[in-house]
């Protein structure tokens, strides 16, 4: 009976053993998962920084590449800071190992839509522009379509309640479920038209078909269009064109040793000789950009965004209008 008790003792103890070495195997590969999840984590960290502060080191060459244009004419596309080529040369000399993509958009060669209105009432040549830029095949609003989203976004903007057609004020946003008031002020940010009645995330943002139309406008700017750096949507919606005319008119901006520090360059292109031109509604200069500065390393990005001003008689100072860290 002895033998036999101890013999179950050393069963006992091994199986004992046995589960300690299994709890101690667990807790250590646990420990080991552990610390390389804080390791992956803080290498993760790390590179988000460093993308983070690439970004803006893109940005401020965005602003000195404005700032070496010593073109006091003209800006047009045809110039460094509106070549994707130049930019990506300017920005791999910076960085070999991180993908680093500067873009700038001239701010001047879009819509105003804050210019819609005067007063309370409507801006009739803006409100032509918009309505024909909205109407256009590859955006493809039918027409009373188009009109009721101008008449919503004069509505959001004019500081009455009283509604524009087929617009939208704050009796129809509060019945909405999550109800907001009409604002009847300006437009901040173009984002902001995506609060508007008949302003759809497709319209606004586009499709693989289409494009979205805050490409298209701007709440920065004087009021008037450039026309040396307009989209070619903008330029038919402007000019009244058919598409082959604003293709022309592209083409021809774009050719080195073009003077262009005129709007009657236009009057080159066949179709365009008759134009009206409104010189209190276009020009040929700009002073708004917006810089857009994306730094890529493996599935991380960092991105740094923002619209600058020239100073207007000394285009070697800079003014900062809007800001956005990612």
């Not at 509505?155 to 479920?177: C, R």
């Not at 300006?186 to 759809?200: A, H, P, S």
Request: with cysteine; charged share 25%; net charge negative.
């Amino acid at each position: 009976m002895r033998l036999r008790s101890l013999s179950n003792n050393r069963g006992v103890a091994l199986i004992i053993v046995i589960l300690m070495i299994s709890i101690i195997i667990a807790v250590t590969l646990e420990l080991n998962r552990s610390s390389r999840s804080s390791i992956h984590e803080s290498a993760n960290l790390a590179d988000q920084i460093r993308l983070k502060y690439i970004a803006k080191s893109g940005f401020n060459l965005g602003v000195a590449v404005l700032l070496d244009d010593k073109n006091p004419g003209f800006d047009a596309l045809n110039e460094d800071w509106a070549v994707p080529e130049m930019m990506a040369t300017q920005a791999a000399d910076l960085f070999d190992k991180e993908s680093l993509q500067v873009t700038i958009a001239d701010e001047s060669g879009k819509i105003p839509i804050n210019k819609l209105v005067t007063g309370n009432a409507y801006n009739v040549s803006v409100k032509d522009i918009l309505v024909r830029l909205l109407k256009q095949p590859e955006i493809g609003l039918e027409a009373q379509k188009a009109e009721a989203v101008v008449d919503s976004i004069k509505d959001w903007i004019d500081a009455d309640d009283e509604t524009t057609g087929d617009g939208a004020e704050s009796g129809y946003y509060k019945s909405l479920d999550k109800s907001y008031p009409s604002k009847n002020k300006l437009l901040d940010c173009i984002d902001e038209i995506l609060m508007i009645k008949g302003v759809t995330g497709e319209l606004y943002n586009g499709s693989k078909d289409a494009p979205g139309i805050k490409m298209f406008l701007t709440v920065y700017g004087d009021g008037k269009i450039n026309i040396n750096t307009a989209p070619k949507p903008v330029l038919r919606a402007l000019f009244d064109i058919p598409a082959d005319t604003a293709d022309q008119l592209d083409a021809y901006r774009k050719e080195e040793g073009r003077d262009l520090a005129g709007p009657d360059w236009v009057r080159n292109i066949p179709g365009m000789r008759d134009v009206m031109i409104n010189s209190a509604f276009i020009t040929t200069k700009s002073n708004d950009f917006e810089i857009s500065a994306v730094s890529r390393l493996n599935k991380m990005k960092g991105q740094a965004s923002g619209v600058i001003r020239r100073k207007i008689g000394d285009r070697n100072v800079m003014e900062l209008l809007s800001w956005k860290v990612e």
